[in-house]
C-alpha cells in the first residue's frame, strides 16, 4: 500500500490535481503519519487551502513546478530560512532568506504555518521576519509578521 499510496499522491501534484491530493492526505493522514513525506504534504496542503481561502499565490505556484521531490526541497528551504530568522542570523544572510521568499512567492501564510512547525519560538522568527520586511520595503508583509509576533508572545 505503501508505494501505491505514495505514487498516486506524486501523480496527483504532477499533474496539478491539488484538490483531490488534498483531500486524499486528509483522508490518509493517520494511517500514513510515520512517513515524512506525507505528513509533509499533509501540512503544505492545509497551507494551500488557506492560500486559496485568501487569494494568494500558494505554495504549489511558485516557479519551481509540480515535481513532488522539488517541492519537499523547496519545504525544507524555506524552514531553514525561517530558523535563520529564529536565530537572529546577520542582515546579509536574512536579506537572501527574503529575497528567496520573494522569488519563489511564497505567502506569508505559508511563512507563518511553517515557522509554527518549524521554529522553536516562531515568535523570534516572527520579530526578525518584520524587521527585515520593513528594511525591504514591504510595510505590508512587516506589519503581518509585527502582528504574528504579538499574538505568539
Known amino acids: 500500500m505503501h508505494n501505491n499510496c505514495k505514487e498516486s499522491l506524486y501523480e496527483m501534484?504532477?499533474?496539478?490535481?491539488f484538490a483531490d491530493a488534498a483531500s486524499f492526505t486528509g483522508q490518509h493522514i493517520k494511517e500514513h503519519q510515520d512517513e515524512e513525506y506525507f505528513v509533509l504534504f499533509?501540512?503544505?496542503?492545509?497551507?494551500?487551502?488557506?492560500?486559496?481561502q485568501a487569494g494568494t499565490p500558494d505554495i504549489f505556484s511558485s516557479p519551481l513546478g509540480h515535481d513532488p521531490d522539488t517541492l519537499l526541497e523547496h519545504y525544507t528551504q524555506i524552514k531553514l530560512c525561517l530558523r535563520r530568522?529564529?536565530?537572529q542570523m546577520a542582515d546579509e544572510i536574512l536579506d537572501?532568506?527574503?529575497?528567496y521568499f520573494n522569488a519563489y512567492q511564497v505567502s506569508p501564510y505559508a511563512l507563518y504555518r511553517i515557522a509554527q512547525f518549524a521554529c522553536?519560538?516562531?515568535s523570534a522568527a516572527f520579530c526578525e521576519l518584520a524587521r527585515m520586511y520593513k528594511a525591504a520595503g514591504q510595510q505590508e508583509l512587516a506589519a503581518?509578521?509585527?502582528?504574528?509576533?504579538e499574538g505568539e508572545g
Not at 96 to 99: G, K, M, N, T
Open 96 to 99: 537572501e532568506a527574503i529575497q
Open 85 to 87: 530568522f529564529e536565530y
Open 42 to 52: 499533509y501540512i503544505l496542503f492545509r497551507i494551500w487551502e488557506e492560500e486559496r
Open 120 to 122: 522553536i519560538k516562531p
Open 13 to 17: 501534484i504532477r499533474t496539478g490535481r
Open 144 to 149: 503581518v509578521f509585527r502582528q504574528a509576533a
